[in-house]
């Protein structure tokens, strides 16, 4: 399935990798404060391990994912998890509040996703989200790019993810119909478990194809920038800490 940034998911590889994707999202659901009764969208479920604690806190929750491994993954624990787009949200004044972890910087076109939101939320309805900020990976987004242009790949000269900083993200929202109550950058040194090449297989694999990187290449490609990496992002004890920066926001559709 081809998504804003063209990346497919393995649904194996996330659970197996990504777990602290979900597991870090504890914050942002506490800012969500998710109600018994309430209806929410969660835009991006991805496998659904988050979405299942909104489920859990007594919503009923609609997950969307335009990725068919990662919507059968939040099927087999019961989400109503739907094939769908960010970017081409149908819902007309359903939910009390829309949410979002680790996805909207997949996603892009903000102004487009923001509107669908604002469409699908009832008069008052909040949207509270997180996802990657201004800065975000940096090195490993340089680090990536330089090894490629090195090897004579592809890079698209424009970032692909959209990594907006807390004014920017603002505006959109403001401009979108919501009053912001709160909108922050964050940054979050993240431990990498499973160290920076299956790191780099989970999250980067489509970048790396779309830079004409034949599969056979990709190992050496990887470990490139594995060895550029391990001095700036492996700690005195060879464990992987990214240089992670989230946006938080939380915002109500204004009457
Ligand atoms: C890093 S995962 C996060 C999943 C989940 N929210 C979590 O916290 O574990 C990013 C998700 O965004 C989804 N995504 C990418 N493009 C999207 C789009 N255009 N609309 C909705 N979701 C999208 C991906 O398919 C993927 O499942």
Request: charged share 20%; with cysteine.
């Amino acid at each position: 399935m081809t998504t804003g940034t063209s990346h497919t998911w393995d649904a194996n590889l996330y659970a197996t990798h990504a777990a602290f994707v979900p597991a870090l999202g504890a914050p942002v659901l506490e800012l969500l404060a998710p109600q018994p009764g309430e209806r929410i969208l969660d835009l991006g479920c991805g496998d659904g391990v988050l979405t299942a604690k909104l489920v859990a806190a007594g919503a009923t929750v609609v997950g969307i994912d335009p990725d068919k491994a990662m919507v059968a993954a939040a099927l087999e624990k019961g989400i109503d998890a739907r094939l769908g787009d960010a970017r081409q949200l149908g819902f007309d004044q359903e939910f009390d509040a829309v949410f979002s972890n680790a996805a909207l910087h997949w996603v892009g076109a903000p102004a487009l996703v923001t509107a669908g939101v604002a469409r699908a939320l009832k008069p008052g309805g909040r949207y509270v989200g997180e996802f990657g900020g201004h800065g975000n990976i940096a090195a490993i987004r340089v680090a990536l790019r330089a090894v490629l242009a090195a090897r004579g790949y592809r890079t698209d000269p424009q970032e692909t993810s959209y990594y907006p900083t807390a004014e920017g993200f603002r505006a959109v929202l403001e401009a979108g119909g919501f009053q912001i109550e709160s909108c922050a950058i964050i940054p979050r040194p993240t431990p990498i478990p499973s160290g920076m090449t299956a790191w780099l297989n989970t999250f980067r694999g489509g970048f790396i194809d779309s830079a004409g990187v034949p599969p056979a290449k990709r190992a050496q490609v990887i470990e490139d920038v594995r060895a550029l990496l391990r001095p700036v992002l492996a700690d005195e004890g060879g464990n992987w800490i990214a240089d992670y920066v989230r946006i938080r926001f939380a915002a109500t559709l204004s009457a």
